[in-house]
């Protein structure tokens, strides 16, 4: 198996990892919303099942294979897909977005703990391991610090921290197996693939009704999930994971917690009790302590 080289972050990563830290900090707003008009679980299967005609479409007129051969670790990874996306459509359907983003977004300080063992030349220094101790801080206070009672249930906050963890085995078995050899599309294609199926099938088991208020709105905030977030900003980021180191990536995504977080404050008018800005600033600093070598 050829393991493509991969570099430091150079302009062209940095301005795509910031196009992305703005689309994805969107992410959990449009979640939020989107829940309103489907049953979580069910949501995230239809935006599956919605991407994966598109994406297909695309690698059809580029001429891509969905590499079947990788079937056993592609459906792995689509498993870690589907819990990563159950866990934080469920987390949204509880907590609110600005508790969610904390936790979700502080996927790169368990990806950080599993390249220490797993990642050559990826190793916890001093500084690191420093920068993994603030961003743990952050999620033990986003966590301890539950406030008002619109901030939603504790099971709420648990879940997001789990489909952070489940995001951060989706990268590590694209770097630890052939599954990262393959194009980018042919990544996502497996993890939709398998969400689309595993997501709708199971969909009853988390609650009826399956559709609450869908209406054109919701229509059209789904298919910009599918579409924008998953086959655009999915595809791009598996990209970046492909051509820089994967841990340097995701601690771009500093950025991302805090506008999700500002997302929710703005739009739904979600509370913030002084734990949420503290708790920002240890991920943030934990993050880009955890991006220095």
Known sequence: MTI????????????????LALLFGANNLLIKLGNEGLQPAFFAGVRSVVALVFLLLWMRLRGLSPRLELWGVGVLAGLLFSGEFLFLFLALDHTSVVRASSLFYA????????AHFLFPGERLTSKRALGFAL??????????????????GILGDLAAIVAGMCWAGVVVVSRKTRF???????????????????????????????????????AVMLVVQAVGVVCLGFVTWFWLIGKYYASTVASFSFLTPVLSALLGWLVLGEAVTWVTPVALVLLVAGLVLINRR
């Open 180 to 218: 990262g050899t393959a194009s980018a599309e042919a990544q996502i294609f497996w993890q939709v693939a398998v969400s689309a199926v595993l997501l709708t099938a199971t969909a009853p088991l988390f609650g009826l009704p399956l559709v609450r208020e869908f209406d054109l709105t919701q």
């Open 4 to 19: 493509p080289t991969r570099r430091p972050l150079d302009t062209q990563g940095f301005w795509l990892m910031l196009g």
């Open 135 to 152: 961003g743990f801080s952050g999620v033990v206070l986003t966590v301890a610090g539950r406030g008002g009672a619109g901030e939603g």
């Open 107 to 114: 996927m790169p300080i368990w990806l950080a703990l599993a």
